[in-house]
């Protein structure tokens, strides 16, 4: 076992693998008396074709199966499920599916090791039979249903609509009713068999545990398992446009107060930076000097009571760098204005910049304070760089003036897509 040492913060976090290939990642917190668990596939909604080892057509499956194969795995055998086992323990169990990974989650606080052995034991154990996936498709359509009448829904999905033509997060990752109903047991089989293997999922464990005999639990469970021959599918990479698909949209939604998305799409070779950890780093501290909570734009909507909520995000997607503000306001003309001014017309000075670097590094400590943001910031430090970042601390020191001037000389307002959430007139 390996200990990774986070700079400035004194965490460590200890890193092993199983003879299978699985890596593992443990953060211990003596201070509280819970432990959460996650056992995380990288396998997600955009995943819907790719190529297997031997083949020379590429493999097709439908959209929202990666949603759809998690909900399954709960299942087990003679009608039981995962969370009747859970239960005796009161741990809490969950599971969810993004666009790149499937994550399953134990909360608990007691009885550790049986926490963990049954986490690996039912979803490395699968249950998929005919009776079970056709209930599970009347569940899933359900669900479908409700989240089509949810306008932060509408409003998520809408902005990727608009803002791509290709790319598989104009999809709902649940599907649609027509790609739930032609789900098959050999379509979820095929996925399982190809994605659910150790050399593509990962564990992380935060909170109160003995760290080596948490890996020792691991490697001993996968040990007793058999596990076919990972043939690493290639997934299929799509040419996606730059421009975005359309530059103004509009959707009806069940809402008092209407929303506004703003959403930039710019190449990423555009960006001098290459280092996707220190671009998105940049982008947010410009960001959020803009159009964050102490910027003068926000103060000045909110105090004249223009908008009632207002955020901004950055995304790496692919070949694209997406920035997007969101307003909720009845002036959707006047907001709309402002925030493309102030996008045209980005600032930041070497006293905000060294305000901004205290708060990141404050929050960054702040942060280990819960064993769900650790678990979840392992996550994404594994699919997003493939790695542990050990030295933010040194990261957020060194950023200076001069990148995050070059970074705004690249954004502009040419290649936007402007996303209205209305009132319906049901």
């Given at each position: 076992?390996?200990?990774?040492?986070?700079?400035?913060?004194?965490?460590?976090?200890?890193?092993?693998?199983?003879?299978?290939?699985?890596?593992?990642?443990?953060?211990?917190?003596?201070?509280?008396?819970?432990?959460?668990?996650t056992l995380n596939v990288k396998y997600g909604s955009v995943d819907t074709e790719?190529?297997?080892?031997?083949?020379?057509?590429?493999?097709?499956?439908?959209?929202?199966?990666?949603?759809?194969?998690?909900?399954?795995?709960?299942?087990?055998?003679?009608?039981?499920?995962?969370?009747?086992?859970?239960?005796?323990?009161?741990?809490?169990?969950?599971?969810?599916?993004?666009?790149?990974?499937?994550?399953?989650?134990?909360?608990?606080?007691?009885?550790?090791?049986?926490?963990?052995?049954?986490?690996?034991?039912?979803?490395?154990?699968?249950?998929?039979?005919?009776?079970?996936?056709?209930?599970?498709?009347?569940?899933?359509?359900?669900?479908?249903?409700?989240?089509?009448?949810?306008?932060?829904?509408?409003?998520?999905?809408?902005?990727?609509?608009?803002?791509?033509?290709?790319?598989?997060?104009?999809?709902?990752?649940?599907?649609?009713?027509?790609?739930?109903?032609?789900?098959?047991?050999?379509?979820?089989?095929?996925?399982?068999?190809?994605?659910?293997?150790?050399?593509?999922?990962?564990?992380?464990?935060?909170?109160?545990?003995?760290?080596?005999?948490?890996?020792?639990?691991?490697?001993?469970?996968?040990?007793?398992?058999?596990?076919?021959?990972?043939?690493?599918?290639?997934?299929?990479?799509?040419?996606?446009?730059?421009?975005?698909?359309?530059?103004?949209?509009?959707?009806?939604?069940?809402?008092?107060?209407?929303?506004?998305?703003?959403?930039?799409?710019?190449?990423?070779?555009?960006?001098?930076?290459?280092?996707?950890?220190?671009?998105?780093?940049?982008?947010?501290?410009?960001?959020?000097?803009?159009?964050?909570?102490?910027?003068?734009?926000?103060?000045?909507?909110?105090?004249?009571?223009?908008?009632?909520?207002?955020?901004?995000?950055?995304?790496?997607?692919?070949?694209?760098?997406?920035?997007?503000?969101?307003?909720?306001?009845?002036?959707?003309?006047?907001?709309?204005?402002?925030?493309?001014?102030?996008?045209?017309?980005?600032?930041?000075?070497?006293?905000?910049?060294?305000?901004?670097?205290?708060?990141?590094?404050?929050?960054?400590?702040?942060?280990?304070?819960?064993?769900?943001?650790?678990?979840?910031?392992?996550?994404?430090?594994?699919?997003?760089?493939?790695?542990?970042?050990?030295?933010?601390?040194?990261?957020?020191?060194?950023?200076?003036?001069?990148?995050l001037l070059e970074t705004i000389d690249v954004i502009d307002t040419t290649n936007?897509?402007?996303?209205?959430?209305?009132?319906?007139?049901?």
């Amino acid at each position: 076992m390996r200990e990774i040492k986070l700079a400035f913060v004194d965490e460590i976090i200890y890193y092993d693998e199983t003879d299978e290939g699985m890596p593992i990642y443990l953060w211990v917190n003596e201070k509280i008396n819970n432990f959460y668990m996650t056992l995380n596939v990288k396998y997600g909604s955009v995943d819907t074709e790719f190529k297997l080892s031997g083949e020379k057509k590429n493999t097709i499956v439908p959209n929202g199966i990666a949603h759809f194969l998690e909900h399954i795995s709960f299942n087990e055998e003679d009608g039981f499920s995962a969370f009747d086992y859970f239960k005796q323990f009161g741990s809490s169990i969950n599971a969810f599916t993004s666009f790149d990974i499937t994550a399953y989650e134990v909360i608990g606080s007691s009885h550790f090791n049986e926490n963990l052995n049954h986490l690996l034991d039912y979803v490395m154990t699968p249950c998929i039979k005919k009776r079970d996936v056709e209930k599970e498709k009347g569940i899933i359509i359900e669900e479908i249903s409700m989240g089509d009448n949810q306008p932060a829904r509408k409003m998520f999905f809408g902005a990727y609509e608009a803002l791509f033509h290709k790319n598989k997060r104009r999809v709902s990752i649940a599907g649609d009713v027509d790609s739930v109903t032609k789900t098959s047991v050999n379509d979820l089989e095929l996925v399982y068999n190809n994605f659910y293997h150790p050399k593509n999922m990962f564990v992380v464990v935060t909170g109160n545990f003995n760290p080596y005999e948490a890996s020792a639990i691991i490697k001993e469970n996968l040990a007793n398992k058999e596990f076919r021959e990972y043939k690493n599918p290639i997934r299929k990479k799509v040419r996606e446009p730059l421009e975005v698909k359309e530059k103004e949209k509009i959707i009806e939604a069940n809402i008092e107060i209407p929303k506004l998305q703003i959403s930039l799409k710019i190449s990423r070779k555009k960006f001098n930076e290459k280092d996707d950890l220190l671009l998105r780093i940049y982008l947010s501290i410009i960001l959020k000097t803009n159009f964050g909570y102490t910027s003068d734009l926000r103060e000045e909507l909110m105090s004249k009571e223009l908008v009632s909520d207002f955020n901004v995000s950055r995304e790496i997607i692919g070949d694209f760098v997406i920035i997007s503000v969101i307003a909720e306001t009845k002036y959707l003309k006047e907001v709309e204005k402002k925030i493309v001014d102030k996008l045209s017309c980005l600032e930041i000075s070497e006293e905000t910049l060294e305000r901004r670097k205290k708060s990141n590094i404050a929050n960054m400590v702040l942060g280990y304070d819960s064993i769900e943001s650790v678990n979840a910031v392992i996550q994404d430090w594994i699919m997003e760089y493939g790695e542990i970042i050990d030295n933010l601390y040194g990261v957020y020191k060194n950023v200076s003036l001069k990148k995050l001037l070059e970074t705004i000389d690249v954004i502009d307002t040419t290649n936007m897509s402007i996303i209205k959430l209305v009132a319906s007139d049901k």
